[in-house]
């Protein structure tokens, strides 16, 4: 087909972007104007909803599964080395832009993670979060646009280093800062750059819902009614509302137009301790309990008398030490299924500190994927229905625990995101019901008149009822 036949598509991707706030705050009337022209509503995210490999996991229409890639830190093998972080490299899907590649169309993707090493495609990619300093290391491809980027805003940041912090008020003006400098090199990309696709992903909203929703979340159990950043998180969205506001004066309604997250948020209730309570259970046997808080890689772990091993994280990833599968295996493995279902009940069973039942979510991987590659979980736990955070550390001598171990978090991630779309020739359909995060990449290229590509797991708004 020819090029003219197709509109541009522009994805603003917003980290995080909460459903309640999106859809909530009358005030955000960029928004509500592209609402009122399109399609909106509630995205339910993959399992599990984290920003790796959620975005990915959109741009490719591939479950983590398929795509093999469980959270930013996977097991790499079947040894006890523990969990190796992600890369550019660990996604080998297709994503959208290397199908509109085969239509002879650019690409600019900004900020996508895992975007480092920054891989070549036909355009410019700009790096994301994971990317070591930008000012020591290259984060574009080709490299030339980063100095372009220099000579534009000074120095890049693709994120702010040290945001889990108690210092509230320099947290505020670091996101601030980097954001003002994101959506200042967005309008310059669109203005003078060649594109077909666009899609940058906001990770300043993140950071501010890591950094302050108990400043904002009356329900929070620190939150303090009157507090100084009560309005951080409100402010943020007024801010993005004005950027999207920019943008879409510059697109003139002659592009398909998304603004969409990865998954939603919601409030921390607390911490469990998963690996003190396996060691409860005699399932996780150590030579020594520390008597400081410690780090699962650093527990001296008796591997011939372990069952079961879990990390931390948003999400907890429940290993098995299986005969003949892992090096000092100890579950026989005709009794792998038994006993798998045995420990799925068991997390199903947990309490609060009160005795209440957590209602925790267990997923077997091969039950919500389409394929299991790489080595996956045996069990993916959300406690609390992702109220509360899995904490991978021993030491605490408790099993729930109210701070995290990794640094102040103030928020975990949530089941379901945003999306608002518009169309050239889309008429409103208002709020629509149903959409997942595999189906945004076949209908952007529905919408701008490509064919879907069969590997595509999702399917395109436009055929739902």
């Known amino acids: 087909m020819a090029g003219t036949t197709h509109p541009k598509i522009c994805v603003l991707g917003l980290d995080c972007a909460a459903p309640e706030i999106v859809f909530g705050d009358p005030r955000l009337k960029n928004l509500r104007k592209l609402m009122s022209q399109g399609a909106w509503g509630r995205l339910e995210s993959v399992i599990p909803p984290i920003t790796v490999p959620a975005w990915m996991c959109m741009a490719t229409s591939q479950d983590p599964g398929s795509l093999g890639v469980y959270g930013f830190r996977n ?26 590649t085969t239509h002879g169309k650019r690409s600019i993707v900004m900020g996508l993670p895992p975007g480092y090493p920054p891989r070549p495609l036909n355009g410019i990619r700009i790096g994301c979060f994971l990317n070591p300093d ?13 100095q372009e980027i220099r000579a534009l805003v000074g120095e890049y940041a693709v994120d702010v280093p040290g945001f889990r912090t108690d210092d509230k008020a320099w947290l505020r003006e670091e996101i601030f800062k980097m954001s003002r400098k994101h959506w200042q090199v967005v309008r310059w990309l669109l203005a003078e750059k060649e594109w077909d696709y666009f899609h940058y992903v906001d990770i300043g909203l993140d950071r501010v819902h890591h950094g302050f929703w108990d400043s904002f979340d009356p329900k929070h159990i620190h939150h303090k009614p009157g507090n100084a950043f009560q ?8 801010w993005l509302d004005e950027q999207i506001g920019a943008v879409l004066e510059m697109l003139e309604g002659k592009a398909v137009v998304l603004v969409v997250s990865d998954h939603g948020a919601q409030r921390l209730d607390g911490g469990f301790a998963v690996n003190e309570w396996l060691i409860r259970e005699g399932l996780l046997v150590v030579d020594e309990i520390p008597k400081e808080i410690t780090p699962f890689a650093k527990l001296k772990v008796n591997w011939a008398k372990t069952k079961v091993w879990s990390e931390g994280g948003y999400y907890a990833r429940v290993f098995f030490n299986v005969e003949d599968r892992e090096p000092r295996g100890v579950i026989p493995a005709k009794h792998y299924e038994s006993f798998r279902d045995e420990m799925k009940k068991k997390l199903e069973a947990l309490a609060d500190q009160h005795g209440k039942p957590l209602g925790s979510l267990v997923f077997k991987p091969e039950e919500i994927y389409r394929h299991v590659r790489n080595v996956a979980p045996d069990l993916i736990v959300h406690f609390g229905g992702l109220y509360w955070r899995s904490i991978g550390s021993v030491g605490h001598g408790r099993i729930h625990v109210e701070e995290n171990d990794t640094g102040p978090d103030a ?3 949530a089941q379901f995101g945003t999306f608002i779309l518009s169309a050239p020739g889309m008429p409103p359909r208002g709020e629509c019901q149903g959409m997942q995060l595999l189906d945004i990449s076949p209908t952007l290229l529905d919408l701008a008149g490509y064919d879907i590509p069969p590997e595509m797991q999702g399917r395109s708004l436009r055929t739902r009822g």
């Open 231 to 238: 309005s951080v998180i409100p402010d943020y969205y007024l």
């Open 134 to 146: 930008p000012a020591q290391n290259e984060f574009t491809y080709p490299p030339e646009i980063g």
């Open 411 to 413: 928020c975990n991630h």
């Open 75 to 100: 097991r790499a093998n079947r040894t006890y080395g523990g969990l190796g972080f992600v890369d550019s490299r660990s996604i080998t899907a297709p994503a959208i832009w290397d199908h509109l």
